[in-house]
């Protein structure tokens, strides 16, 4: 590797753990870097890289929100499951139907199911950091769980729960049809690979799903525990920038 690339990894590196919050990222050596690379000044402004378009055809889009809306129709009022005696909301999932990216968490948390919404508590904005941090806008990715229901009191859904709701989940990547998906957390790789393997042997490594290929990665709630991790999760992204040939402009 040449030193302007190494010089460049770098720089990616530190913009990274900078957008993440991690402090004891010095402010002025990511400004030298900034400088030497001939990039923006603000580790803000990260640039939007090239994605192929994910429906490439007319109308592909107008297909995919419609199947979306349908399967949301068929899930209607669920109770299929004991989830659904105490949500609040069903937290269906949220995002561009032709996103190439898509993200997947274990379930709602407090402040999604108040909501209704994926990822928008504490752990939700860290999410949207590592988004951004990627390059990438939050309303450009596909973001969904495993299950649709909060489980009581955060607890990990059970395994009759998953099963009973992975269903629609499966049909959400059929429907949306990612270019690549992370899992985010242990229970989403578990319930994707139908394993018991832990988190810190799946990380990090590509994985097939239906043809899809799968990085998972830790939790952004376990980040928001153990900072640290940061940097084993921006290895794991930086695979899937790889993979999807991302260039920043
Ligand atoms: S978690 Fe899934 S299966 Fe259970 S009630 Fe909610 S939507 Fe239905």
Not at 42 to 57: G, K, R, V
Not at 93 to 114: H, Q, S, T, Y
Not at 143 to 167: F, H, L, Q, S, W
Request: aromatic share 6%; charged share 25%; net charge neutral.
């Amino acid at each position: 590797m040449e030193q302007k690339d190494i010089v460049r990894e770098i720089h990616h590196a530190f913009k990274f753990y900078h957008a993440l919050g991690v402090e004891s990222v010095p402010i002025e050596v990511l400004e030298q870097l900034n400088s030497i690379v001939g990039k923006e000044k603000s580790s803000a402004d990260i640039p939007i890289p090239d994605l192929p378009d994910s429906c490439p055809a007319p109308g592909d889009e107008t297909l995919k929100e419609k199947q979306l809306f349908e399967l949301r129709a068929t899930i209607g009022d669920c109770h299929r499951c004991g989830l659904a005696a105490k949500r609040t909301h069903l937290v269906f999932g949220a995002g561009n139907p032709c996103a190439k990216v898509m993200f997947i968490g274990e379930g709602p948390g407090r402040d999604e199911d108040l909501q209704g919404q994926p990822f928008v508590g504490a752990a939700g904005e860290l999410l949207t950091k590592i988004i951004m941090a990627m390059g990438l806008k939050r309303r450009e990715v596909y973001i969904a769980n495993v299950v649709k229901c909060r489980p009581p009191g955060n607890r990990d859904p059970e395994p009759d729960e998953v099963e009973t709701c992975i269903e629609f989940l499966k049909k959400q990547i059929e429907i949306i049809a990612p270019g690549v998906i992370i899992a985010l957390g242990r229970v989403a790789a578990q319930s994707i690979f139908e394993t018991d393997e832990k988190i810190g042997s799946l990380r990090g490594k590509f994985r097939q799903f239906h043809g899809i290929p799968v990085m998972p990665t830790y939790h952004p709630a376990y980040l928001l525990r153990y900072p640290r991790a940061k940097e084993t999760v921006w290895k794991d992204v930086q695979q899937v920038m790889a993979m999807l040939g991302v260039k920043e402009k």
